[in-house]
């Protein structure tokens, strides 16, 4: 059996606590990979043997490697394994990612949005190039497709707004929303599983009605009406899980899996 990696014993076994196991588990390996204690290029060890050494799950794991490529830590090569890169300059802009169970750093991160991303939407309707705009009409399809079926609306409405902040031909746009990863769209303690049909159908409906108006604007590149689309869909966004929290029942902790379906922005 192969040795396990030196540096996984300097870390410790992670602990339940309010920001989230993968947010550990991610706070841990930035600072050995930081710190030159995982030397870039080195291969990280398998998801099973991160699930063992840290006692989480496949979802946690996952969450994490993701959130360490966004940040530029690491670079996962399918079938072959994940491997550490050589740490960006401290200069460079870093955000930690919202607590994905703290209804005040959510709240806090779409405040942050409205602000960014409407500057981004406006910008986008005057640089998208056909390619992208084809990219976020490929998002808003994928998110349609679970109006009426439960499934993953969260990916493709991450998509559809990191497509929007690559449109900008300014990199750090993308950059920024690379790095929160799944993370930005709201992950309220209301999921999908929770609400009624009828509800659920007419939640979806109306986030895919403000995400349709974003695109709309871009698409005829109206940059006044995009910064206004994206600014009146986050500030929507902020007030739906505000209420979804002051009028949630009390319920029990989500697995990884289960929190994938929950409701989107």
Not at 4 to 23: N, T
Not at 25 to 49: C, H, N, Q, W, Y
Not at 82 to 92: M, N, V
Request: charged share 25%.
């Amino acid at each position: 059996m192969e040795a396990e990696p030196v540096f996984l014993g300097s870390i410790s076994r992670i602990g339940k606590h309010g920001k989230g196991l993968a947010h550990e588990l991610v706070a841990a390996f930035s600072d050995k990979l930081r710190s030159g204690a995982i030397k870039p290029g080195e291969r990280l060890p398998t998801e099973s043997e991160l699930m063992q050494s840290f006692g989480v799950s496949r979802g946690v794991v996952r969450e994490a490697l993701s959130r360490l490529g966004a940040a530029g830590l690491v670079q996962t090569l399918h079938g072959i394994g994940t491997f550490a890169l050589e740490p960006q300059g401290e200069s460079r802009f870093r955000i930690d990612s919202p607590s994905p169970d703290g209804l005040a750093d959510m709240l806090d991160v779409l405040e942050l949005r409205a602000s960014l991303e409407s500057d981004a939407a406006g910008l986008a309707a005057t640089r998208r190039t056909d390619e992208q705009l084809s990219d976020m009409r490929n998002a808003l399809e994928d998110f349609a497709r679970h109006l009426t079926a439960v499934g993953d609306t969260v990916t493709p409405d991450f998509r559809f707004h990191l497509a929007i902040a690559q449109a900008t031909g300014n990199r750090y746009y993308g950059d920024l929303m690379s790095q929160l990863g799944l993370a930005v769209i709201p992950k309220t303690r209301v999921s999908s599983s929770w609400l009624d049909v009828e509800h659920r159908i007419q939640h979806l409906q109306k986030v895919n009605q403000e995400h349709q108006d974003i695109y709309a604007a871009i698409e005829r590149c109206d940059p006044e009406a995009a910064r206004a689309a994206m600014r009146i869909h986050l500030v929507n966004s902020r007030e739906r899980q505000r209420r979804a929290y002051a009028t949630a029942p009390e319920m029990p902790q989500q697995s990884p899996n289960q929190a994938a379906t929950r409701s989107p922005d």
